[in-house]
């Protein structure tokens, strides 16, 4: 299971950190990512995160503003978003992978949390 928190609402610019607990399974063995599904669009890779948590993996839109990151003994993966704008507007999806080369391919996805960037 993993439940995700951390959404709101935030002025273009802004920051949000999400973070996600995981239970049910060894944390400590898979690798982890956030995807996110905006109004309209099919969901997308945002980030990924390797099981000893030295290797990462971000998509273009997002290089450089957002930052993953993980704690195995808290069983938790975060995701620190940072010159937040309009576009990251989506429901974050906290997703154990089953695949990172070539493509992130999830495993199984727990409940989204919605993050808003609007002034």
């Known amino acids: 299971q993993l439940q995700a928190s951390g959404g709101g609402l935030v002025q273009p610019g802004g920051s949000l950190r999400l973070s996600c607990k995981a239970s049910g399974f060894t944390f400590s063995r898979y690798d982890m990512a956030w995807f996110r599904q905006a109004p309209g669009k099919e969901r997308e890779f945002v980030s990924a995160?390797?099981?000893?948590?030295?290797?990462?993996l971000y998509s273009d839109s997002v290089k450089g503003r957002f930052t993953i990151s993980r704690d195995n003994v808290e069983r938790t993966v975060y995701l620190q978003m940072n010159s937040l704008k309009p576009e990251d507007t989506a429901i974050y999806y906290c997703?154990?992978?089953?695949?990172?080369?070539?493509?992130?391919?999830?495993?199984?996805w727990g409940q989204g949390t919605q993050v808003t960037v609007s002034s």
């Open positions: 997703s154990r992978l089953r695949q990172w080369r070539p493509t992130p391919i999830s495993a199984f």
């Open positions: 995160v390797a099981w000893r948590g030295g290797d990462t």
